[in-house]
């Protein structure tokens, strides 16, 4: 009897899908955007659900924004004109805007295996060297 009560227990778990997978589970990255860089709590992370918690650390009072981009370029290496970087010529995933000095905001993503440039684009920012790179494995 206690054998079939938790082989039917079991069955019941495996069912509705609550047995354990890692690559469900929702990953966070915090992103700190400070005048000349960009940091993140990790540069590797697996495909899937991705939340960035981006904060505003900059010392210079100034709004900033981080788009992610889908490139194999470099993350210094992205087209620029005119003091940004030509976001339409590369495979823009999203961004957050117009954080204020010492806010902080979200925003998820569901991402593929690749590379990731991680950029502000205010103009002059990613000159200034706020870009970095997130890699994104299997």
């Known amino acids: 009897m206690y054998a079939t009560y938790r082989i039917t227990i079991l069955a019941g778990v495996i069912a509705l899908g609550m047995t354990s997978h890692a ?10 955007l400070l005048s000349d860089s960009i940091q993140l709590g990790t540069h590797t992370v697996k495909a899937g659900p991705i939340t960035l918690e981006v904060k505003n650390a900059a010392a210079n009072n100034m709004e900033h924004e981080l788009v992610v981009l889908k490139t194999d370029l470099s993350d210094d290496a992205l087209p620029v004109s005119k003091g ?12 957050v805007e117009d954080i204020a000095p010492g806010k902080s ?4 993503f569901k991402l593929a295996p690749g590379h990731y440039a991680l950029i502000c684009n205010k103009a002059g920012h990613y000159a200034a060297g706020m870009h970095t790179a997130l890699v994104v494995t299997p």
Request: charged share 40%; aromatic share 4%.
């Open 105 to 108: 905001k979200r925003v998820s």
């Open 84 to 95: 940004q970087v030509l976001e339409r010529r590369l495979k823009k995933i999203g961004e």
């Open 23 to 32: 690559s469900w589970a929702e990953q966070t990255v915090d992103a700190t």
